[in-house]
């Protein structure tokens, strides 16, 4: 055989020696990055997805994983997502600039525990959103976690009824319908990044805000707050994405990994909310020294002042998928 036949025949079977090993497979290389500090919801789902990925993959990922805003806050993340600078993160309230679907989560008292939470968001309806936020974003919703459902605390006065809610100035996230709602309520809702909040509500720029306890407690805003009013007005899922392209990109078997992992960190991100919901008051209650006063509000009153704005809010998400939320729920 000729000298340059048998280099050819070396090389072919060296390549497929090294297929068949798996030894040639560089490592899958994923950039991670949340806004949040560790101990908030979303910086907690993300490093649960990068440790049950590692776990799975070993040496066969590579993950660059940021936090603490290092990288930008939430809107700059999601730029930075669509365009292929990360890979993967985690979205709360802002994920209704993407695509409008996401103004039915605004719609108060949608949702009445985890549980109805659970059977929309891991359905039909997730499907749906998935699909469309893959057309409208280029976006992979690989699955939905947590911030759970959020509360109102303010410095003007208890919120027990709608009414209490005149002119407060409430720092609300940048979502339009929740800036509706919370002006059909009577509130004066202002959009400020939550990383300002607490000086805000330490100066007045600011009277209250809305948040699930979680944050509440990590960003220590009852140490400028007087009342903490139970609402759990609103639930906010945590919409974790992957860059469309990145996940076509990725082989069946990385695909699958990456697949489990997420399903890990949706369900520990619902874990952890359980968790936070019963032990956060008391550990509020216990780090404000007497100086933050709990209420629960008028539930019936609240919801019957929401009928209208749901009505609204359907408008933007569009009413046929709103009707097929709520026919989902049972509403």
Do not use: C
Not at 40 to 67: K, N
Not at 124 to 138: K, R
Not at 263 to 278: I, K, Q
């Amino acid at each position: 055989m000729k000298p340059a036949l048998k280099s050819l025949f070396a090389g072919v079977a060296a390549a497929a020696l090294l297929s068949a090993t798996g030894a040639q497979a560089e490592p899958l290389e994923l950039r991670l990055s949340v806004e949040s500090t560790p101990g908030s919801a979303t910086q907690h789902m993300l490093a649960s997805f990068r440790d049950a990925l590692q776990s799975e993959m070993g040496d066969g990922v590579a993950i660059e994983f940021f936090d603490s805003g290092t990288l930008g806050d939430e809107i700059v993340h999601m730029q930075q997502v669509r365009t292929g600078q990360l890979d993967v993160i985690p979205i709360g309230s802002d994920a209704v600039q993407l695509d409008s679907k996401w103004a039915v989560f605004d719609i108060p008292f949608l949702f009445a525990d985890r549980d109805a939470v659970a059977a929309v968001l891991d359905g039909a309806i997730g499907g749906e959103l998935d699909a469309s936020f893959q057309e409208s974003a280029g976006l992979k919703v690989l699955g939905f976690g947590e911030i759970g459902f959020r509360n109102i605390s303010n410095n003007v006065r208890p919120i027990v009824k709608p009414a209490d809610l005149d002119g407060v100035k409430l720092r609300v996230p940048g979502s339009k319908t929740r800036i509706l709602a919370f002006e059909m309520l009577g509130a004066a809702p202002i959009n400020m990044n939550i990383g300002e909040v607490y000086l805000a509500l330490q100066q007045g720029v600011v009277d209250g805000q809305e948040n699930p306890l979680g944050n509440i407690r990590k960003w220590s805003w009852y140490e400028v707050q007087k009342y903490i009013s139970i609402s759990r007005h609103v639930y906010t899922p945590i919409t974790f994405v992957m860059n469309l392209g990145r996940y076509e990109s990725l082989t069946d078997d990385q695909r699958a990994a990456v697949g489990r992992a997420a399903r890990t960190a949706v369900l520990a991100s619902r874990a952890y909310g359980t968790e936070n919901d019963a032990s956060l008051l008391a550990e509020i209650t216990e780090l404000a020294q007497g100086k933050v006063a709990f209420n629960d509000i008028d539930v019936a009153a609240f919801q019957e002042a929401a009928k209208p704005i749901a009505a609204e809010i359907g408008k933007v998400a569009g009413e046929e998928f709103t009707a097929s939320v709520m026919a989902a729920i049972g509403q």
